[in-house]
């Protein structure tokens, strides 16, 4: 099946660096890809859609500034996080979509970071 | 406004007993229903996919089933095992658009 690697797992970084979490789709091709976040016992919320080859549409309230998105091929979609702050510490969770199929959705194993 | 709720919000059970996970949802056009499992620090795993003419799916000792004149679904357990203990979550998606619309979840305990 459709396997979708997220790294890192873990990131610890100090407050004002900058962190980069890849999201790569190992057998498939991924048009779009999602960015989600998620905090302690609550439900995932999407921060902004990327298409392949063009800029990411951000859901509302999410800043573009701060959360930097990148699909420059069909197998990898990048988050940065830029000048961290302690309130980005979170859990982030990319998910991939081969082509336009409404089926086909496959979540990253998230990655926890921790700005101190 | 498209929503999706579950219930309950948690559930601790025996190992060996069944249970069953609610989600009712108000997505609409609808396209195809999703249970995913969430364990803790990881992101979720597709358990079941149904599309509006699917009224049951089964993998393993998963069972799901949806009624959509009525916007149901359930998540059915049998024979809980420890490792079944995660979050459950639905996810229901509208058609023609990218966007997933995610239940909060039901956090099952399973325990021995």
């Known amino acids: 099946g459709a396997v979708v690697s997220q790294h890192p797992s873990r990131v610890i970084c100090k407050s004002g660096t900058s962190v980069k979490i890849e999201c790569r789709s190992l057998d498939f091709q991924a048009t779009t890809m999602f960015w989600y976040r998620q905090f302690p016992k609550k439900s995932l919320m999407l921060m902004a859609t990327s298409n392949e080859g063009s800029k990411a549409t951000y859901e509302q309230g999410v800043e573009k500034d701060k959360f930097l998105i990148n699909h420059a091929s069909l197998t990898l979609s990048t988050l940065t996080v830029t000048s961290a702050h302690p309130e980005d510490s979170s859990f982030y969770i990319c998910?991939?979509?081969?082509?336009?199929?409404?089926?086909?959705?496959?979540f990253g194993s998230g990655t926890r970071l921790t700005v101190v | 406004k498209n929503q999706v709720e579950q219930s309950p919000q948690s559930l601790i059970i025996l190992e060996g007993k069944n249970c069953t996970l609610q989600c009712n949802y108000t997505v609409s056009p609808f396209s195809n229903l999703r249970w995913y499992k969430q364990d803790t620090g990881r992101g979720p795993v597709s358990l079941t996919i149904?599309?509006?003419?699917?009224n049951t799916k089964s993998n393993g000792r998963y069972t799901a089933t949806l009624d959509a004149d009525t916007k149901q679904s359930s998540l059915h357990i049998t024979a809980s095992q420890l490792s079944d203990s995660a979050s459950y979550i639905c996810v229901v998606t509208q058609t023609g658009a990218n966007n997933l619309f995610f239940g909060t979840g039901t956090r099952l305990t399973v325990i021995p």
């Open positions: 149904m599309t509006f003419s699917e």
């Open positions: 998910s991939a979509r081969e082509g336009t199929n409404s089926r086909g959705y496959t």
